[in-house]
């Protein structure tokens, strides 16, 4: 099953961000059994005109670094268990046909739009009077000089208006053309702001409407399941310096988010429309913190990983473990009633940690997201010491060159660069989220609220060594890993630590 | 898997001819007339054999399966346990022959030939160690990776 993901906007790339983080620890779809899906390939597709976007940007290299790491594990295989086990395709990738021209990139190439400012794409100084006069109703002066490569500046007004020319594209054709029986699609994006409200129902209307274009597959499209993540305001945004620019406003936040959602009930999700096939709601508002003023062209829009987005990032997880039959009229294909979901934490506080989740999000994200931070303890302070010596002389051997191979160097920099940077900005948000305590490579101490459990002398201890000696175990007479070294370390660290974090810790799942 | 079964073949294979050949081998590498000839009427050369061979291939499984740590898997900690072995399997081996020496006093020659037996029992220690070594978890690739 692939499951294309539009990312909208600036919050789309921000959950897509904490996607990736799950992924790479290896959380992955679970069928009614808790058996992983198999056959899943995510394709992100990331719609945001403001390229200069600094969340966007961290994203993409995200999504690079991942790609490069995958492959080097698994190749195109895309059933793997463990570390970066879901395979994530760009849309170029999953295309084998050659007659579209489309970017090597995860960002849907918006040329047709961001290139103007809005004035021109709509051709305000071509129309006659009246319908400038029109216009000029709808849109707001700063909005029709709006330069599109800035984004929608909280405008779905101008967005509605410029995305639909999405399904003109090279992009869209190619994903429609791709797109095949059993694949799934998800929107990511926010209702509170231009890029994201105004681009999910464009993109379900165009996708819906899929017989007016020109694809082999627009059955398949019509009918196809789709999911939804609508992140209701989580944030605010301090003042401008200039008083007078009011492009964007915290107070129109509820009241644009009151009026997109009437909009989607009229369109998308209400009684009778079914656009949807599932929609997620998230919230959190009141517990925000104020991110610097920016409509775009102020500074480069790097705002800090929040909690809404980690628990965002479980939603295509979710969507993509619903059966069939849930989402669809086994007998028609017709899509069932829209099924909503909202989220809530077991315990409300602003001092979030493993405890605070539901039985549902700390069996999904636990134990993967404690594996990560362990196999990034161990990388950082244990792996160069020991090579040489135990399982890295097992063919094939991990030596010393391995280290400063593409690999490492984008697995132990690049990535756990960003995972850290992921982890810091989560803790240190408003919702303070305390996963794992800030600076600490001690094993023993590294969870937040977790410790290991008593053994006869004192604590289980848990350190490099006892990982080490649990790797030098499985490791032995383990001839599965070809002349692959990468997927050898991975794999036996993703198993021993199976292993011991089962019998060293108390743990919250 | 073979090879290394092949490995403890040929070690088991090599004791046992040491000890079936010990005789001839400890007359070889130590001579004294009077202390050898009763060594060889005794039966001890094949005693001295078995003790050198108990000890190595008890020090050796105790490394890799008792001891058997990452803490204790480098060179030099393989080093020390021969050097262990080294040390104390001529101890034992002196007070054996001592003690069925009867009377006799072949106290120099005994101790002149139990450190002959420090090179025996180094070598036998190395053999012991490549015989068994493959299955350990931890110390496997010790002295030398495989």
Redesign the interface.
């Known amino acids: 099953m692939k499951l294309f993901i539009f990312a909208i906007g600036g919050t789309g790339s921000r959950v897509l961000k904490s996607m990736i983080m799950l992924c790479a620890a290896g959380v992955r779809p679970v069928d009614a059994n808790g058996k992983p899906l198999q056959d899943v390939e995510l394709v992100p597709i990331i719609i945001d005109p403001h390229k200069s976007n600094a969340d966007l940007k961290r994203t993409e290299r995200l999504l690079s670094a991942y790609g490069t790491i995958r492959e080097k594990l698994y190749g195109k295989n895309a059933n793997a268990n463990g570390f970066f086990a879901t395979k994530i395709s760009s849309l170029k990738e999953v295309v084998s046909s050659t007659q579209v021209p489309l970017d090597d990139s995860f960002i849907f190439n918006l040329a047709a739009v961001e290139n103007y400012k809005f004035r021109d794409f709509i051709s305000y100084n071509t129309m006659n009077e009246p319908n400038q006069a029109l216009t000029s109703l709808l849109f707001a002066d700063y909005q029709l000089e709006n330069k599109m490569s800035i984004g929608f500046v909280g405008s779905p007004n101008i967005g509605s208006v410029a995305l639909n020319s999405i399904k003109d594209s090279n992009e869209f054709k190619a994903f429609a053309n791709v797109f095949a029986d059993g694949d799934r699609i998800f929107f990511i994006s926010s209702i509170f702001g231009g890029t994201g409200a105004a681009g999910f129902p464009i993109i379900v209307k165009n996708i819906r409407q899929a017989k007016n274009i020109d694809a082999k597959n627009k059955a398949f499209l019509q009918k196809a399941p789709i999911g939804g993540l609508t992140v209701l305001p989580y944030f605010s945004l301090m003042e401008s310096d200039d008083k007078q620019d009011k492009r964007i406003d915290n107070a129109d936040f509820i009241v644009k988010t009151q009026s997109a959602l009437e909009y989607y009930n009229n369109t998308l999700t209400g009684n009778g429309r079914n656009a949807v096939n599932a929609i997620f709601y998230l919230g959190d508002h009141g517990h925000n913190s104020p991110y610097a003023y920016d409509p775009g062209d102020k500074r480069d829009q790097h705002d800090p990983a929040h909690l809404i987005e980690m628990v965002g990032a479980m939603a295509p997880f979710k969507f993509m473990s619903m059966s069939d039959s849930e989402l669809s009229d086994p007998a028609t294909g017709e899509p069932l009633p829209t099924k909503a979901f909202e989220y809530g934490l077991e315990r409300d506080t602003d001092f979030v940690d493993f405890s605070c989740f539901g039985q549902e999000t700390r069996s999904m994200i636990y134990r993967p997201l404690v594996k990560m931070h362990l196999l990034y303890i161990f990388l950082r302070t244990g792996l160069d010491g020991i090579i040489g010596q135990g399982f890295t002389e097992d063919a094939p051997k991990i030596t010393r060159e391995f280290t400063g191979t593409q690999f490492y160097r984008v697995l132990t920099q690049q990535f756990f660069d960003s995972y850290i940077e992921w982890l810091t900005e989560l803790l240190h948000n408003r919702r303070h989220v305390t996963l794992f305590n800030e600076g600490e490579m001690d094993m023993n101490k590294a969870i937040h609220k977790v410790l290991t459990k008593k053994g006869l002398f004192g604590n289980k201890k848990v350190d490099n060594d006892v990982f080490k000696a649990e790797m030098n175990r499985l490791s032995r007479d383990n001839n599965r890993y070809g002349s692959n070294p990468e997927l050898k370390l991975m794999d036996l660290f993703y198993t021993a630590a199976e292993k011991i974090i089962t019998d060293r810790y108390n743990n919250l799942n | ?1 073979r090879d290394k079964v092949i490995f403890l073949i040929i070690g088991a294979v090599i004791s046992v001819l040491f000890w079936f050949f010990s005789a001839v081998l400890y007359e070889a590498i130590y001579y004294v007339n009077g202390f050898s000839q009763f060594m060889y009427n005794d039966g001890a050369y094949g005693i001295v054999a078995l003790i050198t061979i108990a000890m190595t291939w008890g020090m050796a499984a105790i490394y890799y399966y008792l001891i058997n ?3 204790f ?2 060179w030099y900690h393989w080093l020390s346990m021969l050097g262990i072995t080294c040390l104390l399997t001529p101890v034992v081996c002196f007070f054996v022959i001592d003690a069925r020496m009867d009377g006799l006093d072949y106290g120099t020659y005994s101790f002149s030939f139990v450190l002959h037996n420090i090179l025996v029992a180094a070598i036998m220690f190395v053999i012991a160690s490549f015989s068994m070594r493959w ?1 350990s ?2 110390c ?2 010790t002295p030398i ?2």
Do not use: F
């Open positions: 898997m740590s990452v803490k898997d480098r299955w978890s931890n496997r690739h990776p495989q």
